[in-house]
């Protein structure tokens, strides 16, 4: 799926937010029909135009964060839907999902004390466009639509999937609000000082993220932290190319096929220069966090010959993230009850062993663990359950499976998740 780790830097032209334009999508990029292509250019112009969603002195401090999380000083907490959903911007959504993060950060905060603090990111604001591994869906009645994905592109009833340029103009506005509910909360009516909630989504729809980055400086001004995901991080793919000039922190996930060359090719290109006439200082530890997705039992495998070629190539430190949901998903019928619904599940106790592996392995190449993501809300959904298909084919479970995408896990199991990988992290 990866091709080849063998593109001479020297021939990399300059970077700028379009130059991506040359570069393969590798079959992720969203078909929108021809008719709205007027619209889609007048809707990436105005947006263009908009003042920044997050300040660039935010995300310099974001940065820094990063950088302290890949010498072991700070620990990132990354949580939030698989994909949002535009009807989730309400005051009482936001709100659990806020309540959550700050109770899960208090918790690693009680375990690793003062010298490591811990800094809380949300995919929230803008996680509204999804990576699909079939672009077309075929329908019971036979009609076939585009898949859905994401609110910033389509709509997930069947009607709906036709990709609308207007939806990305929502998409800014529902980012704004969930923005302003996060940090108007953060003096709160109880008084305490709550600690600032950054914001992170995929950088997967480059016209968009190309809209919204400031060509002179390179912040995209949408979100602290980007992350590439498994499906488009191809060493010759447009996304890489975009992600390379960002001043953001930028994330590359990991699965389980991925080699110690691409690693290597990954961080070289991220860190490296822009262009061979760049002289400014690049590449700090940190600019780069890898998040390992891949599945229980593999760590073991897979990292031990990445971690030995990062230490042997004197490149800066990335952080490590270990995101335990996305290498553990799996599909159940519903049964009979849900009309034979096939819905998305993981296992609960399935990702807590392969964060404790991932910790494990790093551990021995004296890496710390720098950072969690997972999939979660604060509300009481089914999603994710470790009795599996028999607990999700009860009729008052499915009704409570809501999520647009993967399953997250609810907010008791998300905090009870941080609460077991605490006691990991300081065993
Ligand atoms: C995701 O984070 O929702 C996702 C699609 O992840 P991955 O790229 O790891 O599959
Ligand atoms: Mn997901």
Known sequence: MHPSTDIPLTQRRAWSPTSWQSSPTHAQQVLYPPHTHPLLAITLARLADLPPLVNPSTIDTVRSNHAAAARGEAFLLVGGDCAESFDDTTDAIVGLKMDLLNRQAEVLERALGEKVPVHVTARLAGQYSKPRSQLMETLVDGRTVHAFRGHNVNGASAEDREPDPRKLLHGWWHALAVLHKLSSSLMNTDKKQRKPIYTAHEALHLPLETALTTPTTRYNTS??????????????????????????????????????EEVIAVLTLLSGPLDSKEGEERGEEGKVTLIPRLGVDKASIVLPPILRAIQASGLPAPVWMCDPCHGNTFAVDTGPENNGAVVKTRCPTTMLREVEQVIEVLGEFGVQLGGLHLEQTGEDVVECVDKGVLFLSSSSSSERYKSLCDPRLSGSQALEFVEKVAEMLVK
């Open 223 to 260: 979100a602290a932290f980007l992350w590439i995901g498994e499906r488009t991080r191809q060493l010759d793919g447009a996304h890489l190319e975009y992600a390379r000039g960002l001043r953001n922190p930028v994330g590359v996930k990991i699965g389980p096929t991925t080699t110690p």
